[in-house]
């Protein structure tokens, strides 16, 4: 056995992937909800699903996704309480505690995303985004990047058609991480680029599904491989950087 697969693998997204304000983004554009009247319950019980399957992938959670959490949870607590029919009539409403810094990082998000744009020269060079000639797609298609919690969805919808009785073990003597991104990347330099599900072996245990998302979400940090998806089809679509 080797000593890779003795130990429990983990994905660390500190300072690589999306942090706990995207996902609360996410949460909202794919529940279609009004960021100033958000349902505080649904969008604090669907973040700490995530928190929990991640925790379940060893997907490494930093301590500001728990904080979100403890705030969320503090926020739905505060909306169960009666309303004081005697208070000001101008009191904040409790969600706005996570409605104001979400806004404020939208703001932030889009003024980086244009500042990606800009190819500046210096020991600070922001990276320009990719030429659409680029990108493995077709000049009709219409696409967009793919994050994280996007991801995540698409894995666990593939996860979903695994039998419960195939469990997952992270320590079996099976492939490691870094042997499955070994094969990966001969995927990527013969093919160029693959749809996501064509990545995944249907007859898979969760164990080895497991293994090919962590050694994705690896390569990705490793600025190996982008990913977009179809506006149209909805298909998500990896290729060699």
């Known amino acids: 056995m080797s000593e890779e697969s003795e130990e429990i693998y983990e994905v660390h997204l500190k300072d690589v992937f999306e942090g706990p304000m ?10 279609e909800v009004d960021i100033y009247d958000i349902p505080i319950a649904l ?3 669907q ?4 928190i929990d399957w991640m925790k379940s992938m060893n997907i490494d959670i ?21 309303i004081d029919e005697n208070g000001a009539e101008d009191e904040d409403d409790p969600r706005m505690e996570i409605t104001r810094p979400l806004l404020e990082y939208l703001q932030m998000k889009s003024a980086a995303a244009r500042l990606s744009e800009r190819d500046i020269l210096g020991d600070k060079t922001f990276s320009r985004i990719l030429d659409r000639k680029d990108l493995p797609i077709d000049n009709e298609d219409r696409v967009i990047k793919v994050g994280l919690f996007e991801l995540m969805d698409a894995f666990q919808k593939l996860l979903e058609k695994i039998p419960a009785s195939r469990g997952i073990d992270f320590t079996t003597d099976k492939i ?5 991104i070994n094969q990966l990347v001969d995927i990527f330099e013969k093919k160029g680029s693959v749809t996501f599900d064509q990545l995944f072996d249907e007859n898979a245990t969760k164990s080895e599904l497991v293994v090919t998302f962590l050694a994705i979400l690896e390569m ?8 977009i998806q179809n506006v149209q089809t909805g298909v998500i679509r990896l290729f060699y950087l």
């Open 43 to 45: 969008i604090t019980d």
């Open 220 to 227: 990705v940090k490793l600025a190996l491989i982008g990913i």
């Open 47 to 50: 973040y700490l699903q995530y």
């Open 22 to 31: 995207d996902l609360l983004i996410h949460l909202i554009k794919k529940n």
């Open 176 to 180: 490691s991480v870094k042997e499955k």
């Open 62 to 82: 930093a301590g500001d996704f728990l904080l979100m959490a403890a705030t969320l949870t503090h926020i739905k607590s505060k909306m169960l309480l009666p």
